[in-house]
């Protein structure tokens, strides 16, 4: 009752100088910690009843990241040939034709002389071939995020397809390549030593 009593003196003390300045400050503050002391009074309990636990066959569905040692890859190949058709048909309306960027961003296109000096000249171009470290981080990303309008509906075949394509138009393999869970982590990538582990422990400076 006190707790109320002060709340309603308050609110009248509030009322006559209008709900501006000081008085609406103050009880902001004093609904705020009334709130506070009301819900360190009451006990969280153990569990609040809501969901269940995930199957492993919704986790598995889940797992789905690539790492650069190729850890995560799933079975299926692809190749540059096969990649053209699919690129054309769901991803060069918003990347371009060739991968130079659309109303999404350029895929395609090399520094000259594959210089990394982004921090003093910023003519310089980020694409999957001028910075991308890993080609495995292509497969990852492309696998669960594009197309951008239908996500995740990509097959393996389809994005090693895919990922072969777009790696042939950076120069990085050749024309007739195939890439699957073997071969698609031994892409050598133009950018792969630029970039260093952050342990902060200081380290190589890559200029």
């Not at 060739?98 to 594959?114: V, Y």
């Not at 024309?175 to 380290?203: C, H, Q, T, W, Y």
Request: aromatic share 10%; proline share 8%; charged share 20%.
């Amino acid at each position: 009752m006190t707790g109320f009593a002060g709340f309603a003196g308050l609110v009248r003390r509030s009322s006559a100088r209008s709900w501006s300045g000081g008085g609406f400050v103050c009880l902001c503050a004093w609904l705020i910690g009334f709130g506070m002391c009301v819900a360190a009074q009451t006990p969280a309990p153990a569990r609040y009843g809501l969901g269940r636990p995930a199957t492993p066959d919704e986790i598995k569905a889940r797992d789905i990241d690539a790492r650069p040692d190729g850890h995560g890859l799933p079975p299926g190949k692809g190749s540059v040939r096969e990649g053209a058709p699919i690129y054309a048909a769901k991803c060069a309306s918003c990347h371009g034709s060739k991968g130079e960027g659309a109303s999404a961003d350029r895929l395609a296109g090399r520094n000259s002389g594959d210089s990394f000096a982004y921090a003093m000249d910023p003519k310089l171009v980020r694409t999957v071939g001028s910075y991308w470290p890993y080609a495995t981080t292509l497969f990852d990303y492309t696998n669960r995020a594009m197309p951008f309008m239908q996500p995740g509906t990509l097959t393996p075949d389809e994005t090693y397809s895919l990922v072969a394509y777009i790696l042939a138009l950076n120069k990085i393999v050749p024309e007739d390549a195939v890439m699957d869970r073997a071969s698609l982590p031994k892409v050598a990538m133009p950018s792969k030593d630029r970039f260093v582990i952050d342990n902060r422990k200081g380290g190589k400076v890559v200029k």
